[in-house]
């Protein structure tokens, strides 16, 4: 199957870092069709010539188990071309259209990987160039929008010209093998579905912490913070994820259904919730690995009196019968004690003990994303008691857990979750797309957060680079008798 995939934003950050280097795996690999194109997009003065040894450049500063070496990036070389480009001016889209018109390629993808304000036009003008041509499928970055209002409008943009099943919404977080994995744990398996509810569930934590900071992306980050960052996306689709009821087929809108479901549940805002059960943060100068950082104000790009968030800690419901009562917990944050993205699950304790447990004791099922990829179920068992335990009239358990470590598994070569995705773009499959229903429904939901942020001039709560975040998340929590994983 020949294809060309035009990537707007070719010399951009996300192009080298991410998704050149996922398509030089599927072609390391062997999945990437042959007969394709990858056409870098920019406004720079590049011969193809020159694109080329860009790239290569960029390709030494991808990590070593990942690059590749002069003869697999020769022939990898041979699919990039580069065509200048400015985005604004009609006349560079008809040239696009000439150079898709070279061969006629079964599929044509646009890969628009640029700044977020640009997505609209970009469509609008490709669709007035002709070039939204039935096989032609658009994949779209994250964030679509900055509130329910903006993201509407730029799915109107693009529906305009592209039918929904063309339009390729990426979240990458739906393309890592964990996230996939936890789907078949759920679908795959009797285990664990008959005790996936109230019943048996205490509450669900997903932690999705990164020891990194604003990094080079300080001006973006200062006007997007991480609700808008992380939560309205890639934690609302590990929660749906996990509170979907089993959709009736693997296809992509019987999933999506199911998703929007949990999104609709979700317990709409009230006052009172606002102010205890979201806590916001920006983190301060501190310590990551020993060496010290400094604080986001201080970090290139953001204003020195910047009140954007960098960290979030939220408590909501899903309001249907199989969740009602559940606390489901969310929290990401930069610059955090470690790099560790986890989602726990709670179960309830046993109804009637007839042994003695460790206080607070009960079964967890704890669903590693990264960096270790994989599952440990927590039990209780009757360990070996030095001190003559067994004749004790009261038998204590203690804690052991089954450890299952994917990568170990199932080796390292498993595929990326932007080579996943860019191989489902290519083959038109839209599972692990998001739909903008979906889309629509999480903006909603996170609307009432920034807007009670945008009322409270309080701003953030500080914590000191290194750190879990302010305190204030560990007592939102345990107002509910529950704590963070790592404190219990
Ligand atoms: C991106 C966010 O969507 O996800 C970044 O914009 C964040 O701020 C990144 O660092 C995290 O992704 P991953 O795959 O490294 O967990």
New binding site residues.
């Given amino acids: 199957m020949s294809f060309d995939l035009v990537l707007f934003g070719g010399t951009g950050d996300l192009a080298w870092r991410k998704l050149l280097p996922a398509l030089f795996q599927a072609f390391r690999h062997g999945s990437l069709p042959p007969g394709g194109r990858i056409i870098g997009v920019a406004r720079d003065e590049l011969s193809d010539e020159q694109y080329r040894a860009l790239i290569r450049s960029r390709f030494e500063q991808v990590e070593l188990a990942k690059r590749p070496s002069p003869e697999e990036f020769s022939r990898f070389a041979a699919l990039l071309h580069f065509l200048r480009m400015d985005l604004s001016r009609p006349q560079d889209y008809q040239r696009l259209a000439a150079t898709l018109r070279e061969r006629r390629a079964e599929t044509v993808m646009m890969y628009v990987a640029t700044a977020p304000s640009l997505f609209a036009a970009v469509c609008e003008q490709l669709a007035g160039a002709g070039l939204n041509t039935p096989e032609t499928r658009i994949v779209l970055e994250?964030?679509l929008g900055h509130d329910v209002a903006s993201n509407r409008e730029i799915n109107a943009t693009v529906r305009r010209g592209f039918g929904e099943n063309q339009i390729f919404r990426i979240d990458?977080?739906l393309g890592?093998p964990s996230v996939q994995n936890l789907f078949a744990l759920r679908f795959g398996n009797v285990l664990f579905e008959p005790l996936w509810r109230r019943e048996t569930i205490a509450n669900i934590q997903i932690t999705?912490a990164?020891d990194?900071g604003a990094e080079k992306?300080g001006a973006f980050?200062d006007s997007?913070g991480a609700l808008r960052?992380?939560v309205q996306?890639?934690a609302l689709q590990l929660l749906c994820a996990l509170a979907m009821e089993p959709p009736i087929n693997a296809h992509a809108d019987a999933i999506r259904d199911e998703k929007l479901k949990v999104l609709r549940s979700l317990r709409p805002w009230v006052p009172e919730a606002l102010g205890q059960h979201v806590v916001r943060g920006q983190y301060t100068a501190g310590t990551i690995g020993g060496e010290p950082v400094r604080g986001y104000r201080e970090e290139p790009g953001v204003d020195p009196r910047s009140t954007s968030e960098t960290f979030v800690a939220l408590r909501t419901e899903i309001a249907n019968w199989r969740w009602a009562g559940v606390p489901f917990y969310i929290r990401t944050g930069?610059r955090l004690a470690a790099?560790d993205?986890r989602i726990v699950v709670n179960f309830r304790p046993a109804p009637h003990a007839i042994f003695q447990s460790p206080t607070g004791a009960a079964n967890r099922l704890v669903i590693n994303?990264?960096p270790r990829d994989g599952l440990e179920l927590h039990l209780l068992a009757q360990g070996q008691d030095s001190r003559g335990g067994a004749r004790r009239a009261v038998q204590s358990l203690t804690q052991v857990h089954l450890d299952l470590d994917f990568e170990k598994r199932f080796g390292s070569e498993r595929v990326g979750?932007y080579e996943r995705l860019l191989l489902d773009v290519i083959d038109g499959r839209l599972n692990l797309f998001v739909r903008s229903d979906e889309q629509e429904e999480a903006w909603r939901w996170v609307e009432p957060v920034l807007e009670h942020w945008q009322a409270d001039t309080s701003g953030p709560r500080s914590y000191a680079a290194g750190t879990w975040g302010p305190s204030a998340a560990s007592a939102m929590i345990a107002r509910d008798g529950h704590c963070w994983s790592e404190e219990c």
Avoid: G, I, V
């Fill in positions: 994250k964030p990458h977080y890592k999705l990164e990194l992306r980050y997007t960052d992380m996306n890639h930069k790099s993205a994303l990264q979750a």
